[in-house]
RNA sequence: GACCCUAUCGUCCAGUGGCCUAGGACACCGCCCUUUCACGGCGGCGACACGGGUUCGAAUCCCGUUAGGGUCGCCA
């Protein structure tokens, strides 16, 4: 399928790729592969004061975290660049030339100011519908400012001149550029150009249904890349947010978005950003991730919370990881989950201590040691019928020995399935871990 | 303040005049499964902002109010 779709993502180098901002850029992607478009992807750095190449960078890195390729644009090229603002100059220079000519602009103050035509001003947004816009009073909506004495340009009118040059047929942006959507269609008109369809999208608010601004938890993309999060789940979870498949189904692949998405059938609504629901997504995806993935990251996870890795037999780091599987969420809660087997002496968790380290089951966890200490085979099968004929000769319940051991080899109360951790652990720590917390009991 | 957008469970989404005593998901609570946790299963809690219309009939259409968000820069 091929067609005259071109998006364009043109975000600002702040530093950090916003989480707005990758939706907005996911939206883009997913109406250019849609329709079989192109993705343009310019950096508008206008403002000199920003420190463009690193900038440029993290937004480079969101992207592609996410799996969003452009076609044309940094490090893709195009026929149609520059695709830095800072690199347009004599496009910019000319475009003002062409407004000069048309007696659309004057001098004030050394800056040069757009004379706007004063009339009501109609677009029909693809999302938001019919739009009206008065713009007959000069006191509401005054000339605005395109050029700076210094010689700088302001975002309206480079913005306009971009798309009109590298041929956008469709700006999809952030709904908080609708208001300013009447200022860029009279810069169309005014350059001779029909505007090219608009499509604005609702902003993510905060959990409390505030505006989501730099500093807020979460705004930033790193927060989830460096949390431990998977890139397909939180690109999931952004898919949802305004936009529906319409049949309650949550967890969707790629592919299938790509041939569902239809632009007009996103919300008009802001929505919040629910960490909560995002995070149970990203466990959906984590226990069906491939073992060499999950592997590698989870000994990312636990070489970042500090743990040497290359203290421990790779066999060992496997072992131990594989116990681990399908039981956290995200990647982050890993080292508190399964950082006992890399750790001698760890904490015991405080109301574990106060409930299962108490006097009477002194002589139980004796017992499990005892009967541990003379198993020959170490494997979670010979280990279950070791203690569970402890618990039966004593008559009681396996919990009750279960519960005392579990916190005694692991410092908590949570964890992967005993018999498991005790053989991926080995006999030697085993009974030391025992002994250690057999002490604690004075 | 002016203008623009929006308004269904706490949150995200379904619902486009009768199928709605409003459905799903996350979260929360209870039960079951179970060596813990997690998963899974079952059940519960929980919403059409308010007021007027239109209509035989309104969550769905219209108007108003209220609330939230956005824009009004020589930021983008």
């Given amino acids: 399928?091929?067609?005259?779709?071109?998006?364009?993502?043109?975000?600002?180098?702040?530093?950090?790729?916003?989480?707005?901002?990758?939706?907005?850029?996911?939206?883009?992607?997913?109406?250019?592969?849609?329709?079989?478009?192109?993705?343009?992807l310019r950096i508008e750095d206008t403002d000199r004061s920003r420190n463009t190449a690193e900038a440029?960078?993290?937004?480079?890195?969101?992207?592609?975290?996410?799996?969003?390729?452009?076609?044309?644009?940094?490090?893709?090229?195009?026929?149609?660049?520059?695709?830095?603002?800072s690199e347009r100059e004599t496009i910019y220079q000319s475009y003002l030339d062409r407004l000069r000519?048309?007696?659309?602009?004057?001098?004030?103050?050394?800056?040069?100011?757009?004379?706007?035509t004063r009339e009501k001003v109609?677009?029909?947004?693809?999302?938001?519908?019919?739009?009206?816009?008065?713009?007959?009073?000069?006191?509401?909506?005054?000339?605005?400012?395109?050029?700076?004495?210094?010689?700088?340009?302001?975002?309206?009118?480079?913005?306009?001149?971009?798309?009109?040059?590298?041929?956008?047929?469709?700006?999809?942006?952030?709904?908080?550029?609708?208001?300013n959507t009447p200022k860029h269609v009279q810069l169309y008109r005014a350059l001779g150009v029909p505007p090219p369809r608009f499509a604005h999208i609702p902003l993510i608010l905060n959990r409390d249904g505030s505006k989501m601004s730099k500093r807020d938890q979460g705004a930033s993309l790193n927060t989830y890349i460096e949390g431990g999060y998977l890139p397909e789940a939180v690109r999931n979870y952004l898919?949802?947010?305004?936009?529906?498949?319409?049949d309650n189904r949550e967890k969707l692949d790629l592919a299938e978005v790509v041939q569902l998405f239809d632009l007009a059938k996103v919300h008009r609504k802001n929505a919040a950003f629910d960490l909560d629901k995002c995070t149970?997504?990203?466990?959906?995806?984590?226990?069906?991730?491939?073992?060499?993935?999950?592997?590698?990251?989870?000994?990312?996870?636990?070489?970042?919370?500090g743990i040497d890795l290359g203290k421990f037999l790779p066999d060992y780091v496997r072992a131990a990881l594989e116990t681990c599987k399908g039981k956290f969420r995200i990647f982050s809660e890993l080292p508190a989950y399964g950082g006992f087997y890399f750790k001698d002496d760890f904490e015991f968790n405080a109301d574990g201590v106060a409930k299962h380290f108490v006097p009477a089951n002194k002589p139980l966890l004796l017992a499990v040691r005892e009967a541990f200490a003379?198993?020959?085979?170490?494997?979670?099968?010979?280990?279950?019928?070791?203690?569970?004929?402890?618990?039966?000769?004593?008559?009681?319940?396996?919990?009750?020995?279960?519960?005392?051991?579990?916190?005694?080899?692991?410092?908590?109360?949570?964890?992967?399935?005993?018999?498991?951790?005790?053989?991926?652990?080995?006999?030697?720590k085993v009974l030391a871990r025992l002994d250690r917390a057999l002490s604690r009991f004075g």
């Fill in 101 to 116: 000519a048309a007696d659309r602009v004057y001098d004030d103050n050394g800056s040069v100011r757009f004379r706007f």
């Fill in 280 to 305: 149970w997504l990203n466990g959906e995806y984590v226990r069906e991730l491939s073992d060499d993935r999950f592997q590698e990251m989870g000994r990312q996870a636990l070489t970042k919370a």
């Fill in 122 to 179: 109609v677009f029909d947004d693809v999302i938001c519908g019919h739009i009206e816009f008065d713009m007959t009073s000069a006191e509401t909506n005054p000339d605005m400012t395109i050029r700076r004495p210094d010689g700088s340009w302001i975002f309206h009118f480079v913005n306009v001149v971009d798309d009109i040059e590298m041929k956008i047929s469709d700006v999809i942006r952030g709904e908080d550029h609708l208001s």
């Fill in 374 to 428: 003379a198993l020959d085979t170490f494997d979670a099968a010979s280990l279950e019928a070791a203690l569970k004929a402890t618990a039966s000769g004593r008559a009681i319940k396996v919990g009750a020995l279960v519960h005392p051991t579990r916190l005694a080899v692991t410092g908590s109360n949570a964890g992967p399935s005993l018999y498991h951790l005790l053989e991926v652990l080995g006999k030697e």
């Fill in 56 to 85: 440029a960078q993290a937004i480079y890195d969101g992207l592609r975290w996410l799996g969003l390729d452009w076609d044309e644009g940094p490090e893709a090229g195009g026929d149609l660049g520059p695709y830095f603002q």
């Fill in 239 to 246: 898919c949802l947010l305004g936009w529906s498949p319409k």
């Fill in 1 to 40: 399928m091929s067609s005259n779709t071109r998006v364009r993502f043109a975000p600002s180098p702040t530093g950090y790729l916003h989480i707005g901002g990758a939706r907005t850029a996911l939206f883009n992607w997913l109406h250019a592969k849609h329709t079989g478009g192109v993705l343009v």
